[in-house]
């Protein structure tokens, strides 16, 4: 069974710094890309952030270029989002997502629960 | 970057009704597009792919079509568990784009 946890959210001032982690398990981690996307409280979806299988790829919406950065281990299992001068608009639940390009369209089929970050003084 | 415009942003159904959702892209996206159903409190599920194709487990009564630009998704009988949030997402360009929502309540 393919889970996904989210984990290191938390209540934060602006302008401070949050690692998030994502552990995997159930499926071939290394194998697979990984995605970031998040929901500001009653909002809708935003994607944040991917990782190519390798970390040779990545890529960030334009709102965390340069503040945020996506990492993996993949001897781990895990997956990693590192948030520096967060701002109170990055205020959302973080949901980690595993990709699958299915007839050869990426989707998100796996999405662990989330974990929430606020962002205020 | 692609924005995805999803209409109408809720509606009201009853248990058994056709539903139809649209979402509209702002520049082609082929079929490079996805469905979710949101419930609240939950992570997202992909509902379906590329488009038109259901998701391994997703009940038949859940269809889509379009390409290019214009896209719906169909619930052609709608059930209770059915009452939920339902997103359209392109995959065509980075940074990949969400629709705002669609809000299917009773």
């Known amino acids: 069974e393919v889970q996904l946890v989210e984990s290191g959210g938390g209540l934060v001032q602006p302008g401070r710094s949050l690692r998030l982690s994502c552990a995997a398990s159930?499926?071939?981690?290394?194998?697979?890309?990984m995605h970031w996307v998040r929901q500001a409280p009653g909002k809708g979806l935003e994607w944040v952030s991917g990782?190519?299988?390798?970390?040779?790829?990545?890529a960030y919406v334009d709102s965390v270029k340069g503040r945020f950065t996506i990492s993996r281990d993949n001897a781990k299992n895990s997956l990693y989002l590192e948030m520096n001068s967060l701002r109170a608009e990055d205020t959302a639940l973080y949901y980690c997502?595993?990709?699958?390009?299915?007839?050869?369209?990426?989707?998100?089929?796996?999405w662990g629960q989330g974990t929430l970050v606020t962002v205020s003084s | 970057d692609i924005q995805m415009t999803q209409s109408p942003s809720s509606l009201s159904a009853s248990v058994g009704d056709r539903v139809t959702i649209t979402c509209r892209a702002s520049?082609?996206?082929?079929?490079?597009l996805n469905w979710y159903q949101q419930k609240p409190g939950k992570a997202p599920d992909l509902l379906i792919y590329?488009?038109?194709s259901l998701q391994s487990g997703v009940p038949s009564r859940f269809s889509g079509s379009g390409s290019g630009t214009d896209f719906t998704l169909t619930i052609s009988s709608l059930q209770p568990e059915d009452f939920a949030t339902y997103y359209c997402?392109?995959?065509?360009?980075?940074?990949?784009?969400f629709g705002q929502g669609t809000k299917v309540e009773v």
């Open positions: 990782i190519s299988w390798n970390s040779g790829r990545v």
């Open positions: 159930g499926f071939n981690f290394d194998d697979y890309a």
């Open positions: 590329a488009a038109s």
């Open positions: 997402q392109q995959s065509y360009n980075t940074p990949w784009t």
């Open positions: 520049q082609s996206v082929s079929s490079y």
């Open positions: 997502a595993k990709e699958n390009k299915l007839r050869g369209v990426t989707g998100f089929d796996y």
